[in-house]
């Protein structure tokens, strides 16, 4: 099994940057794609960007290009996702999640990261 666990959340103002990250524990070598989705609350959860674990290749929702930039380290078993020129619609939970190998669905989630914007 694969854990995920987030961190960098936090406030910043509005039009800043923040840098969120995932570290990834357990078998990774299963994995087959990661990605940000976020929360707002009383929002469902929607998806934000992915990246295939293995072949580095990105995935963005429309709401986003040019702000987000998603990464990973499968050396370090590390996700990441820099926010740029933040907006006051961005504030959210931020969850990492993981799909392995022959699944068709997000089955891996870590806990969340809040991010906060302030005008």
């Known amino acids: 099994q694969v854990q995920l666990a987030e961190s960098g959340g936090g406030l910043v103002q509005a039009g800043g940057s923040l840098s969120l990250s995932c570290a990834a524990t357990?078998?990774?070598?299963?994995?087959?794609?990661v990605a940000w989705f976020r929360q707002a609350p009383g929002k469902e959860r929607v998806f934000v960007a992915s990246?295939?674990?293995?072949?580095?290749?990105?995935g963005y929702a429309d709401s986003v290009t040019g702000r987000l930039a998603i990464s990973r380290d499968s050396a370090r078993n590390t996700l990441s996702l820099r926010m740029d020129s933040l907006k006051p619609k961005d504030p959210a939970a931020y969850y990492c999640?993981?799909?392995?190998?022959?699944?068709?669905?997000?089955?891996?989630w870590g806990q969340g990261t809040q991010v906060t914007v302030s005008s």
């Open positions: 999640a993981g799909q392995v190998y022959g699944d068709n669905c997000w089955s891996l």
């Open positions: 990246v295939g674990w293995g072949s580095g290749i990105t």
């Open positions: 357990g078998r990774t070598s299963s994995l087959y794609k």
